[in-house]
């Protein structure tokens, strides 16, 4: 299985300063047809995930920009530039390349 | 708009078989691959299996003995079946696009007696 490991596991952060959470795959997610299907997930409280980042680095629609996916090898980066308060959530990172699908342990962003 | 709506009971007693069902409105049920995935109360997302028009499926190997997952195009549902349900299975049960860009507003499913 592709295990996914996210850190840091709590992120307390500062209003408007930036955020950044790895995740690294034990395995490449580089699937056969070219495409590396690491997608991030968001979380809030008493909500369902929402897709924020789709393919390493691809925003879905209506995310706004102060998200930003990344990658360097199998370590997969998200970044917020600026946190809001609405960001308050639990984020996810999960593999679509290999099966079974596999989710990260989850990183809890929190306001200081 | 696109919708996944999942239905089912939401308590199970042990050993019982887990039946649910997601409804999926607003776009055709052929065009992606869908997911079980399920969240044990404070903890973080599982996933459980996929499905696709074709008969495709692909299960998580632990609960692999225990699960089918089927779809309906007729209906445009697809459904799950765990059996022998445990304590441990106490979950928040999502269905969604595999891909995780579509995602039901998922069914709190408790096991007790």
């Known amino acids: 299985d592709a295990v996914l490991t996210q850190s840091p596991l709590s992120l307390p952060v500062t209003l408007g300063q930036p955020a950044s959470i790895s995740c690294t795959s034990s395995?490449?997610?580089?699937?056969?047809?070219?495409?590396?299907?690491l997608n991030w997930f968001q979380q809030r409280p008493g909500q369902s995930p929402r897709r924020l980042i789709n393919?390493?680095?691809n925003r879905d629609s209506g995310v706004p920009d102060r998200f930003s996916g990344s990658a360097s090898g199998t370590v997969f980066t998200l970044k917020i530039s600026r946190v809001e308060a609405e960001d308050v959530g639990v984020y996810y990172c999960?593999?679509?390349?290999?099966?079974?699908?596999?989710f990260g342990q989850g990183t809890k962003v929190e306001i200081k | 708009q696109v919708q996944l709506q999942e239905s089912g009971p939401g308590l199970v007693k042990p050993s019982e078989t887990l039946s649910l069902t997601c409804t999926v409105s607003?776009?055709?049920?052929?065009?992606?691959?869908w997911s079980w995935i399920r969240q044990p109360p404070g903890k973080g997302l599982e996933w459980i299996g996929s499905?696709?028009?074709?008969?495709?499926?692909s299960y998580d190997p632990s609960l692999k003995s225990r699960l089918t997952i089927s779809l309906d195009m007729s209906k445009s549902q697809f459904s799950l079946n765990l059996r022998s349900m445990t304590a441990a299975d106490t979950a928040v049960y999502y269905c969604?696009?595999?891909?995780?860009?579509?995602w039901g507003q998922g069914i709190l499913v408790t096991v007790s007696s």
């Open positions: 499905v696709h028009y074709t008969g495709s499926t």
């Open positions: 999960m593999q679509d390349t290999h099966s079974p699908r596999t």
């Open positions: 395995q490449t997610l580089l699937y056969t047809d070219g495409n590396t299907y």
């Open positions: 607003g776009i055709s049920i052929s065009v992606h691959y």
């Open positions: 393919r390493v680095s």
């Open positions: 969604a696009e595999r891909g995780g860009g579509l």
